[in-house]
């Protein structure tokens, strides 16, 4: 009457969790790669922007006010604090990541079961 009845084998079962755990850390670090990538392109695009900015505010303060050099100060001026603003965020995110690697790296390290979805604390910034 039960042999149709088919159990789960344990070490299967353990496979399958290291193989969901190790994919979980393979997509956080494939983020957090690509979030540094885009914070590296985008320091260095601050870095030459911030570098014009300069040498334009410079000319502009030996007397060589020109408007439309006056217009690209202010111009360069908020792009500065639009990149800012993304290299913030990108840093926020990526001290997410790290802080999620970390606690899969002590639940991994505990063998400690992933906890229900209702037991999780939201992480709130």
Aim: with cysteine.
């Amino acid at each position: 009457m039960f042999s149709a009845l088919r159990l789960r084998h344990r070490t299967r079962d353990e496979e399958t969790d290291r193989w969901r755990i190790n994919r979980l850390f393979q997509t956080m670090e494939t983020c957090e790669l690509g979030l540094q990538a885009e914070k590296r392109r985008l320091e260095k695009r601050r870095e030459n922007v911030a570098a014009t900015a300069a040498f334009a505010q410079a000319r502009c303060e030996n007397g060589t006010l020109e408007v439309a050099l006056s217009t690209q100060v202010e111009e360069m001026t908020c792009i500065l604090k639009v990149y800012s603003d993304r290299l913030e965020s990108l840093q926020r995110q990526i001290d997410l990541i790290r802080c999620l690697r970390q606690a899969a790296q002590t639940r991994a390290d505990m063998n400690d079961p992933i906890p229900a979805a209702d037991q999780v604390r939201t992480v709130r910034q």
